[in-house]
């Protein structure tokens, strides 16, 4: 995920996500400059993002929505009318699919099956109870450019050597 938010995030460049979400995701996004957007999704819509509250907050400045379906920490699904949705509105999605697999009754769906603009992060802690080990994935369509990806892991690696 730093990774990827290197490579998109510029200065004051904004992600939507929703809230409740992973305790991390604002601080990735302000680490490289960026401005995480609350989303706020309610218990009687299942924890599910509403298409509607996302679009009012798109602006020319919003660089992705990040969804996590599975979610942490709700534990939601999001549907696949409501990915649809929010795959239609232009803005590259950013898809946390580290719960894939661990779903029982209904079926998780992926953010590939609606639109090609999209980043997804995946790993192998959860689903085979390899944790502690953080070792992951990021899957992309080559539209997003192999180019933007090797220079944000040039610029995290920047970032790294200022930390130090």
């Given at each position: 995920?730093?990774?990827?938010?290197?490579?998109?995030?510029?200065?004051?460049?904004?992600?939507?996500?929703?809230?409740p979400?992973?305790?991390?995701?604002?601080?990735?996004?302000?680490?490289?400059?960026?401005?995480?957007?609350?989303?706020?999704?309610?218990?009687?819509?299942?924890?599910?993002?509403?298409?509607?509250?996302i679009?009012?907050?798109?602006r020319?400045?919003?660089?992705?929505i990040?969804?996590?379906?599975?979610?942490?920490p709700?534990?939601?699904?999001?549907?696949?009318?409501?990915?649809?949705?929010?795959?239609s509105f232009?803005?590259?999605?950013?898809?946390?699919?580290?719960?894939?697999?661990?779903?029982?009754?209904?079926?998780?769906h992926?953010?590939?099956?609606?639109?090609?603009?999209?980043?997804?992060?995946?790993?192998?802690?959860?689903?085979?109870?390899m944790?502690?080990?953080?070792?992951?994935?990021?899957?992309?369509?080559?539209?997003?450019s192999?180019?933007?990806?090797?220079?944000?892991?040039?610029?995290?690696?920047?970032?790294l050597?200022?930390?130090?």
């Amino acid at each position: 995920m730093m990774i990827l938010f290197s490579t998109i995030l510029e200065q004051d460049d904004e992600v939507i996500i929703s809230d409740p979400h992973y305790a991390c995701y604002p601080n990735f996004i302000r680490f490289f400059g960026g401005k995480p957007i609350c989303v706020p999704v309610f218990e009687d819509e299942g924890f599910q993002y509403t298409p509607a509250a996302i679009r009012e907050m798109i602006r020319p400045c919003t660089k992705a929505i990040l969804i996590n379906s599975p979610s942490n920490p709700t534990g939601n699904l999001l549907s696949r009318e409501r990915m649809e949705e929010i795959a239609s509105f232009g803005v590259p999605v950013i898809s946390d699919e580290i719960y894939h697999g661990l779903v029982y009754g209904e079926a998780e769906h992926s953010i590939l099956e609606f639109t090609d603009n999209a980043f997804v992060l995946n790993g192998f802690s959860n689903a085979y109870a390899m944790t502690g080990w953080r070792l992951g994935y990021l899957r992309f369509s080559y539209a997003n450019s192999l180019e933007n990806i090797r220079e944000g892991m040039n610029r995290l690696e920047s970032y790294l050597k200022e930390i130090r």
